[in-house]
C-alpha cells in the first residue's frame, strides 16, 4: 500500500528555523516526483515545488523560490521542506503528495504554527 | 498563472441528488491537465479526477469529470452521505500549478 507519512505538529517563533519530512512508503520512491502543497484558511491551497527522488531535480513556484529548500534523502525515501527564517505568514498546513502534475496519494498533512 | 474560479458556493443537497460543480480557468488548459480533489474535514486531499475526465483508482463511477480548454465540470449522479466534502480543481498544464478555491456540497 502507498503511503507518504509525514512528520508531526511544530511550534516555532518568527526567524525560527525548521525542517519538516515526508517517507514514502510501499513504492519505489526515486522514481515518482513528490510536491509540497500548502493549505491556509485564507489562501485555500497552493503548490510549493516539487522534487524528483531520482536525481533531485527540483522545481520552485515563483512565491516559494527563495523562501524554502525542498530536498530529498534517498537512503530513506523521505522528502524535506525547510525554512531558515520562520514569518508569522508560514502558519498553515502543509502536505506532501505524489505526483509532478496531479497528485494520486497525499501525506496526512503537518501543522506548522509561528508565532511570538 | 492561471487563475481558477469554482462555482456555485457552496451548494446545498440532499442525499440521491446530482451536484454539477464548476471550475473555469482564466486561459485555456494546457492539453486539458485538469484535476478534481475532494476533502473532507481534517483529511488530506484526495485525488478524483485527472485529465479532465479520467477517474482515479478506486474513485466509484458517480463522480464524473468533464470539459476543456477553459470551462471543466465535475458532476456527481447521486449524493452519498460521505460525498459531502469540499471540492477542489487543480490545472497543472501550465506552471505554477494552480488550484481553485473550492466548492462545498453542504447538507439541505
Known amino acids: 500500500e502507498v503511503q507518504l507519512v509525514q512528520s508531526g505538529a511544530e511550534v516555532r517563533k518568527p526567524g525560527e528555523s525548521l525542517k519538516i519530512s515526508c517517507k514514502g512508503f510501499?513504492?519505489?520512491?526515486?522514481?515518482?516526483?513528490i510536491g509540497w502543497v500548502r493549505q491556509t484558511p485564507g489562501k485555500g491551497l497552493e503548490w510549493m515545488g516539487n522534487?524528483?527522488?531520482?536525481?533531485?531535480?527540483?522545481r520552485y513556484s515563483p512565491s516559494s523560490q527563495g523562501q524554502v529548500t525542498i530536498s530529498v534523502d534517498r537512503s530513506t525515501d523521505t522528502a524535506y521542506l525547510q525554512w531558515s527564517s520562520l514569518k508569522a505568514s508560514d502558519s498553515a498546513i502543509y502536505y506532501c503528495?505524489?505526483?509532478?502534475?496531479?497528485?494520486?496519494?497525499w501525506g496526512q498533512g503537518t501543522l506548522v504554527t509561528v508565532s511570538a | 498563472e492561471i487563475v481558477l474560479t469554482q462555482s456555485p458556493g457552496p451548494l446545498s443537497l440532499s442525499p440521491g441528488e446530482r451536484a454539477t460543480l464548476s471550475c473555469r480557468a482564466s486561459?485555456?488548459?494546457?492539453?486539458?491537465?485538469l484535476a478534481w480533489y475532494q476533502q473532507r474535514p481534517g483529511q488530506a486531499p484526495r485525488l478524483l479526477i485527472y485529465?479532465?475526465?479520467s477517474r482515479a483508482t478506486g474513485i466509484p463511477d458517480r463522480f464524473t469529470g468533464s470539459g476543456s480548454g477553459t470551462d471543466f465540470t465535475l458532476t456527481i449522479s447521486r449524493l452519498e452521505p460521505e460525498d459531502f466534502a469540499v471540492y477542489y480543481c487543480?490545472?497543472?498544464?501550465?506552471?505554477?500549478?494552480?488550484f481553485g478555491p473550492g466548492t462545498r456540497v453542504e447538507f439541505k
Open positions: 503528495a505524489r505526483g509532478r502534475g496531479y497528485r494520486d496519494y
Open positions: 510501499g513504492y519505489i520512491f526515486a522514481s515518482y516526483w
Open positions: 522534487i524528483y527522488p531520482g536525481d533531485s531535480d527540483t
Open positions: 486561459q485555456s488548459v494546457t492539453s486539458d491537465y
Open positions: 485529465s479532465a475526465s
Open positions: 487543480q490545472q497543472y498544464g501550465s506552471s505554477p500549478q494552480t
